[in-house]
Protein backbone atom coordinates (compact mmCIF):
# COMPACT_ATOMS: atom_id res chain seq x y z
CA UNK A 1 0.00 0.00 0.00
CA UNK A 2 0.56 3.59 -0.76
CA UNK A 3 -0.09 7.07 0.55
CA UNK A 4 -1.62 9.13 -2.20
CA UNK A 5 -2.71 12.34 -1.63
CA UNK A 6 -3.24 13.26 -4.94
CA UNK A 7 -5.43 10.01 -5.80
CA UNK A 8 -8.92 11.69 -6.98
CA UNK A 9 -12.16 11.25 -5.30
CA UNK A 10 -14.30 11.86 -7.99
CA UNK A 11 -15.72 9.65 -10.86
CA UNK A 12 -12.98 8.81 -12.99
CA UNK A 13 -13.50 6.16 -16.32
CA UNK A 14 -10.31 5.23 -17.28
CA UNK A 15 -7.20 5.55 -14.89
CA UNK A 16 -3.51 4.51 -15.61
CA UNK A 17 -2.28 2.49 -12.10
CA UNK A 18 1.76 3.52 -12.37
CA UNK A 19 3.95 0.39 -10.43
CA UNK A 20 7.54 0.64 -9.35
CA UNK A 21 7.99 -1.68 -11.32
CA UNK A 22 6.83 0.09 -14.44
CA UNK A 23 6.66 -2.78 -16.37
CA UNK A 24 2.91 -2.36 -17.09
CA UNK A 25 -0.11 -0.30 -16.59
CA UNK A 26 -3.87 -1.34 -15.19
CA UNK A 27 -6.69 0.50 -17.69
CA UNK A 28 -9.75 1.13 -15.61
CA UNK A 29 -13.22 1.17 -17.17
CA UNK A 30 -15.44 1.00 -14.46
CA UNK A 31 -15.31 2.85 -10.83
CA UNK A 32 -18.01 3.12 -7.82
CA UNK A 33 -17.07 5.49 -4.94
CA UNK A 34 -15.44 2.91 -3.21
CA UNK A 35 -13.66 0.20 -5.64
CA UNK A 36 -12.11 0.51 -9.12
CA UNK A 37 -12.61 -2.81 -11.07
CA UNK A 38 -10.23 -3.55 -14.51
CA UNK A 39 -11.33 -4.30 -17.29
CA UNK A 40 -11.28 -8.26 -16.98
CA UNK A 41 -12.08 -7.80 -13.21
CA UNK A 42 -9.54 -9.71 -11.54
CA UNK A 43 -8.16 -6.83 -9.76
CA UNK A 44 -10.03 -4.86 -7.44
CA UNK A 45 -8.40 -1.48 -6.18
CA UNK A 46 -10.43 -0.02 -2.64
CA UNK A 47 -10.19 3.22 -1.86
CA UNK A 48 -9.99 4.24 1.52
CA UNK A 49 -9.61 7.30 2.53
CA UNK A 50 -6.24 8.58 1.19
CA UNK A 51 -4.76 4.74 0.96
CA UNK A 52 -5.27 2.45 -2.09
CA UNK A 53 -4.83 -0.73 -1.63
CA UNK A 54 -4.51 -3.24 -4.31
CA UNK A 55 -6.02 -7.04 -3.88
CA UNK A 56 -7.33 -9.74 -6.44
CA UNK A 57 -7.61 -13.08 -7.73
CA UNK A 58 -5.21 -14.50 -9.71
CA UNK A 59 -1.85 -12.80 -10.39
CA UNK A 60 -0.93 -10.36 -7.67
CA UNK A 61 0.35 -7.59 -9.05
CA UNK A 62 4.34 -6.96 -7.05
CA UNK A 63 5.33 -3.67 -5.62
CA UNK A 64 4.13 -0.42 -4.67
CA UNK A 65 1.61 1.91 -6.36
CA UNK A 66 3.51 5.16 -7.33
CA UNK A 67 1.05 7.62 -8.34
CA UNK A 68 -2.33 8.24 -10.09
CA UNK A 69 -2.70 9.49 -13.57
CA UNK A 70 -5.91 9.80 -15.11
CA UNK A 71 -6.03 9.17 -18.59
CA UNK A 72 -9.77 9.99 -20.23
CA UNK A 73 -12.07 11.32 -17.67
CA UNK A 74 -15.72 11.65 -18.25
CA UNK A 75 -18.85 12.82 -16.50
CA UNK A 76 -20.42 9.52 -15.90
CA UNK A 77 -19.94 6.18 -15.33
CA UNK A 78 -20.04 3.27 -17.96
CA UNK A 79 -22.35 1.46 -16.31
CA UNK A 80 -24.51 4.02 -14.70
CA UNK A 81 -25.03 6.75 -17.31
CA UNK A 82 -27.79 8.31 -15.70
CA UNK A 83 -25.89 8.83 -12.66
CA UNK A 84 -25.31 12.32 -11.02
CA UNK A 85 -21.15 12.73 -11.01
CA UNK A 86 -19.33 13.63 -7.87
CA UNK A 87 -18.48 17.18 -8.78
CA UNK A 88 -14.46 17.20 -7.29
CA UNK A 89 -13.50 19.21 -4.38
CA UNK A 90 -13.07 22.80 -4.89
CA UNK A 91 -15.17 23.35 -7.74
CA UNK A 92 -18.09 24.64 -6.09
CA UNK A 93 -15.76 27.76 -4.71
CA UNK A 94 -15.15 28.35 -8.78
CA UNK A 95 -18.49 27.76 -9.80
CA UNK A 96 -19.59 30.32 -6.73
CA UNK A 97 -16.90 33.23 -8.40
CA UNK A 98 -17.91 32.20 -12.30
CA UNK A 99 -22.06 32.32 -11.34
CA UNK A 100 -22.63 36.13 -11.56
CA UNK A 101 -20.80 36.38 -14.55
CA UNK A 102 -22.69 33.42 -16.11
CA UNK A 103 -25.84 35.76 -15.05
CA UNK A 104 -24.81 38.67 -16.41
CA UNK A 105 -23.60 37.02 -20.20
CA UNK A 106 -27.15 35.06 -19.68
CA UNK A 107 -29.53 38.37 -19.36
CA UNK A 108 -26.85 40.06 -22.53
CA UNK A 109 -27.54 37.25 -24.82
CA UNK A 110 -31.08 36.86 -23.95
CA UNK A 111 -31.61 41.16 -24.75
CA UNK A 112 -29.71 40.73 -27.54
CA UNK A 113 -31.88 37.74 -28.98
CA UNK A 114 -34.98 40.02 -28.23
CA UNK A 115 -33.27 43.01 -30.41
CA UNK A 116 -32.97 40.69 -33.10
CA UNK A 117 -36.30 39.32 -33.01
CA UNK A 118 -37.58 43.26 -33.03
CA UNK A 119 -35.72 43.66 -35.67
CA UNK A 120 -37.02 40.62 -38.05
CA UNK A 121 -40.54 41.69 -37.19
CA UNK A 122 -39.80 45.10 -38.37
CA UNK A 123 -37.79 44.25 -41.47
CA UNK A 124 -39.43 40.59 -42.50
CA UNK A 125 -42.99 41.02 -41.37
CA UNK A 126 -42.90 45.22 -42.34
CA UNK A 127 -40.99 46.75 -44.40
CA UNK A 128 -40.49 43.33 -46.75
CA UNK A 129 -43.90 43.30 -47.50
CA UNK A 130 -43.79 45.93 -50.00
CA UNK A 131 -42.07 43.76 -51.78
CA UNK A 132 -45.37 41.26 -52.24
CA UNK A 133 -46.31 42.59 -55.14
CA UNK A 134 -43.52 40.79 -56.86
CA UNK A 135 -43.09 37.46 -54.98
CA UNK A 136 -39.49 36.13 -56.68
CA UNK A 137 -37.85 39.11 -55.09
CA UNK A 138 -39.95 39.01 -51.98
CA UNK A 139 -39.05 35.16 -51.26
CA UNK A 140 -35.32 35.91 -52.06
CA UNK A 141 -35.73 39.56 -49.85
CA UNK A 142 -37.50 37.54 -46.75
CA UNK A 143 -34.62 34.52 -47.09
CA UNK A 144 -31.70 36.63 -46.77
CA UNK A 145 -33.11 38.84 -44.22
CA UNK A 146 -34.24 35.50 -42.26
CA UNK A 147 -31.40 33.40 -42.55
CA UNK A 148 -28.84 36.40 -41.14
CA UNK A 149 -31.08 37.32 -38.48
CA UNK A 150 -31.50 33.20 -37.60
CA UNK A 151 -27.81 32.83 -37.80
CA UNK A 152 -26.84 35.48 -35.37
CA UNK A 153 -29.45 34.14 -32.73
CA UNK A 154 -27.26 31.09 -33.24
CA UNK A 155 -24.26 32.45 -32.83
CA UNK A 156 -25.17 34.20 -29.96
CA UNK A 157 -26.33 31.17 -28.12
CA UNK A 158 -23.01 29.25 -28.81
CA UNK A 159 -23.40 27.54 -32.31
CA UNK A 160 -21.12 28.60 -34.55
CA UNK A 161 -21.85 25.69 -37.62
CA UNK A 162 -24.04 22.95 -37.58
CA UNK A 163 -23.17 20.03 -39.95
CA UNK A 164 -25.68 18.27 -42.14
CA UNK A 165 -25.72 14.67 -42.28
CA UNK A 166 -27.86 12.45 -44.92
CA UNK A 167 -28.44 9.40 -43.39
CA UNK A 168 -29.72 6.85 -45.99
CA UNK A 169 -32.65 4.12 -45.11
CA UNK A 170 -30.79 1.70 -47.09
CA UNK A 171 -28.43 -0.73 -45.27
CA UNK A 172 -26.16 -3.17 -46.75
CA UNK A 173 -22.64 -3.60 -48.11
CA UNK A 174 -24.15 -3.07 -51.27
CA UNK A 175 -23.25 0.17 -53.41
CA UNK A 176 -24.62 3.70 -51.61
CA UNK A 177 -26.69 6.29 -53.49
CA UNK A 178 -27.22 9.09 -51.89
CA UNK A 179 -30.65 10.45 -51.59
CA UNK A 180 -30.69 14.20 -52.66
CA UNK A 181 -32.41 16.32 -50.39
CA UNK A 182 -33.66 19.58 -51.69
CA UNK A 183 -37.01 20.81 -50.70
CA UNK A 184 -38.64 23.08 -53.18
CA UNK A 185 -41.51 25.18 -53.56
CA UNK A 186 -45.15 23.09 -52.62
CA UNK A 187 -43.23 20.34 -50.44
CA UNK A 188 -43.91 19.58 -47.30
CA UNK A 189 -41.19 18.93 -44.14
CA UNK A 190 -42.68 16.98 -41.40
CA UNK A 191 -40.30 17.29 -38.33
CA UNK A 192 -40.62 16.06 -35.00
CA UNK A 193 -40.07 19.21 -33.30
CA UNK A 194 -37.14 19.33 -30.64
CA UNK A 195 -36.06 22.55 -29.74
CA UNK A 196 -36.23 26.06 -30.81
CA UNK A 197 -32.48 25.72 -32.41
CA UNK A 198 -34.39 23.19 -34.93
CA UNK A 199 -36.91 26.03 -36.25
CA UNK A 200 -33.68 28.27 -36.67
CA UNK A 201 -31.92 25.78 -38.57
CA UNK A 202 -34.96 25.12 -40.70
CA UNK A 203 -35.82 28.98 -41.63
CA UNK A 204 -31.85 29.37 -42.12
CA UNK A 205 -31.89 27.24 -44.78
CA UNK A 206 -35.29 26.78 -46.55
CA UNK A 207 -37.42 29.90 -45.08
CA UNK A 208 -40.67 27.65 -44.93
CA UNK A 209 -43.78 28.39 -43.48
CA UNK A 210 -44.15 27.19 -40.36
CA UNK A 211 -47.80 25.01 -40.00
CA UNK A 212 -48.86 23.67 -36.02
CA UNK A 213 -51.15 20.79 -36.67
CA UNK A 214 -54.14 20.92 -33.96
CA UNK A 215 -56.17 18.69 -33.01
CA UNK A 216 -60.16 19.68 -33.38
CA UNK A 217 -63.17 17.43 -32.44
CA UNK A 218 -65.04 15.89 -35.17
CA UNK A 219 -68.87 16.53 -35.79
CA UNK A 220 -70.38 12.87 -36.30
CA UNK A 221 -73.61 12.83 -38.12
CA UNK A 222 -76.29 11.41 -35.44
CA UNK A 223 -77.36 7.61 -35.97
CA UNK A 224 -80.83 6.62 -37.35
CA UNK A 225 -82.90 4.73 -35.35
CA UNK A 226 -81.84 1.05 -36.30
CA UNK A 227 -84.23 -0.92 -38.30
CA UNK A 228 -84.69 -5.01 -38.17
CA UNK A 229 -82.73 -6.85 -40.92
CA UNK A 230 -84.54 -8.38 -43.19
CA UNK A 231 -81.88 -9.62 -45.59
CA UNK A 232 -78.24 -11.02 -44.84
CA UNK A 233 -76.76 -12.09 -48.28
CA UNK A 234 -74.25 -15.10 -48.17
CA UNK A 235 -73.43 -17.77 -46.22
CA UNK A 236 -74.73 -18.41 -42.89
CA UNK A 237 -72.57 -21.55 -41.92
CA UNK A 238 -68.86 -22.50 -42.66
CA UNK A 239 -69.50 -25.62 -44.69
CA UNK A 240 -71.67 -26.63 -47.77
CA UNK A 241 -72.58 -24.41 -50.16
CA UNK A 242 -74.75 -21.33 -49.99
CA UNK A 243 -77.82 -23.15 -51.00
CA UNK A 244 -77.80 -24.93 -47.25
CA UNK A 245 -78.63 -21.73 -45.36
CA UNK A 246 -81.11 -20.63 -47.13
CA UNK A 247 -84.96 -23.00 -45.82
CA UNK A 248 -86.00 -23.48 -49.23
CA UNK A 249 -83.08 -25.68 -50.12
CA UNK A 250 -83.80 -27.68 -47.15
CA UNK A 251 -87.32 -28.30 -47.58
CA UNK A 252 -87.58 -31.77 -49.94
CA UNK A 253 -88.88 -31.45 -53.42
CA UNK A 254 -91.51 -34.31 -54.40
CA UNK A 255 -90.62 -36.53 -57.31
CA UNK A 256 -92.32 -36.06 -60.46
CA UNK A 257 -93.72 -39.33 -62.04
Not at 20 to 26: K, M, N
Amino acid sequence: MANTKDTPKTWISEVDLKRRSDRDATSITWCTESAYTTRDSKTTFDLHGEVLSISGSGNRHPGLLLDTEILHPRTHSDFQPFLKPVPPLGSDVLASIVRPFGYLVGAVRTLLVVVLALVYLLLVEGACLLLIPVPPLYRIVTHVFTAILCRLVLLLVGLWWIPVEMVTRKRGRGPKFHEKWNPGAGDIIVSNWASWLEILWLAIRFDPIFVLPVCSSINMPSQQASSPITRTPGRRTGTGSAALSTPAARTPTPARP
